[in-house]
């Protein structure tokens, strides 16, 4: 029974793999944002709500979930996520607003990008 399981979620992964917002074992650049789960910290492999390295007067830096007094000085072009984080992304971003990804993806083919849910390399 267990590898009938196995199987069955194998073809699952297989048949949704199209449609989702991040793959594993691929490398997003820092502030690579995904609709719902937010920007990417290349420094530490997840999504958050804030782009790495915001500044607000009064908070600081956002930088790895938390606001800091100084900015984070790591240079991290790009990085590979967590595994467990790329199912949670990918959750968040499957269960979005159909009408939010829909104007989501007008604004980036405005912009001269091309369609954002058919991406498979890069940002």
Same mark, same amino acid.
Request: aromatic share 14%; charged share 25%.
């Given at each position: ?6 199987? #069955?979620? +194998? ?10 917002? $991040? #793959? ?16 990417? /910290?290349? !420094? %530490? ?7 790495? #390295? *915001? ?8 930088? @790895?979930?938390?606001? /800091?007094?100084? =900015? @984070?000085?790591?240079? $991290?072009? %790009?990085? !590979? =996520? /967590? =595994?467990? *984080? $790329?199912?949670? $992304? #990918? ?6 607003? =159909?009408? +939010?990804? &829909?104007?989501?993806? *007008? *604004?980036?083919?405005? %912009?001269?990008?091309?369609?954002? !849910?058919? &991406? !498979?390399?890069? %940002?």
């Amino acid at each position: 029974m267990f590898g009938l399981q196995a199987w #069955n979620k +194998r073809k699952v992964e297989q048949h949704m793999a199209p449609f989702r917002a $991040v #793959n594993k074992d691929h490398e997003y650049p820092n502030n690579h944002r995904v609709i719902e789960a937010g920007y990417y /910290h290349a !420094t %530490s492999g997840g999504w958050y709500e804030r782009p790495w #390295n *915001e500044y607000r007067e009064g908070q600081g830096y956002y930088w @790895d979930g938390a606001w /800091h007094i100084e =900015p @984070d000085q790591r240079q $991290v072009g %790009s990085s !590979t =996520p /967590h =595994p467990s *984080e $790329v199912e949670r $992304v #990918n959750a968040l971003w499957f269960a979005a607003d =159909p009408e +939010r990804l &829909r104007k989501f993806n *007008e *604004e980036a083919e405005r %912009s001269g990008f091309g369609d954002s !849910t058919g &991406r !498979t390399s890069g %940002s």
